[in-house]
């Protein structure tokens, strides 16, 4: 992930099924750990690979981000599209399919599983994907959201040495 030439925003972007549960919780948890440690130079988006464009985010979603004091209120699904993987600076999934499908739009190098970034594990693809919510209960949803916030945090820290300001 070289950025020695490049001077615009660092573009996070981050890929579930249907971008209503899992990648809008982590974007809504992102943009926060982002804001808490200074860095504005970076910006954080999130897409879905099966997604219908400006679906909202899910019930439970919204309540543990909520729960946390953030809001997920204004979240409009986005599907994932090659401009969308070519104007990103690194892809975070959440499944070994959802890597597979950024893969095939393109994302080269760029791209990996959410897991495998924050534990810097040499082969993303064989690394745990996050369980989907989608339909369980709210102790679910929060428990995803407990998991994105701990490999969020450790995935920034990797990342402080290219985006520090």
Not at 134 to 152: K, Q, R
Request: charged fraction near 25%; glycine fraction near 10%.
């Amino acid at each position: 992930m070289d950025r020695s030439t490049d001077t615009g925003p660092f573009r996070l972007l981050f890929v579930c099924t249907g971008n209503t549960c899992r990648s809008p919780m982590a974007e809504v948890i992102a943009r926060h750990r982002i804001e808490e440690r200074g860095w504005a130079q970076v910006e954080v988006r999130s897409a879905g690979v099966g997604a219908w464009d400006g679906s909202p985010a899910s019930g439970g979603a919204l309540r543990a981000a909520a729960a946390s004091g953030l809001d997920l209120s204004g979240h409009a699904s986005t599907y994932l599209t090659p401009e969308l993987v070519e104007s990103s600076d690194l892809i975070l999934t959440m499944s070994a399919g959802h890597l597979s499908r950024a893969l095939e739009l393109g994302a080269g190098d760029r791209v990996t599983m959410l897991t495998a970034f924050a534990e810097d594990l040499e082969d993303g693809a064989a690394a745990a994907g996050i369980p989907d919510p989608i339909g369980g209960p709210d102790e679910e949803y929060a428990a995803t959201f407990a998991v994105l916030d701990d490999l969020i945090d450790r995935a920034l820290s990797r990342l402080e040495p290219i985006v520090k300001p």
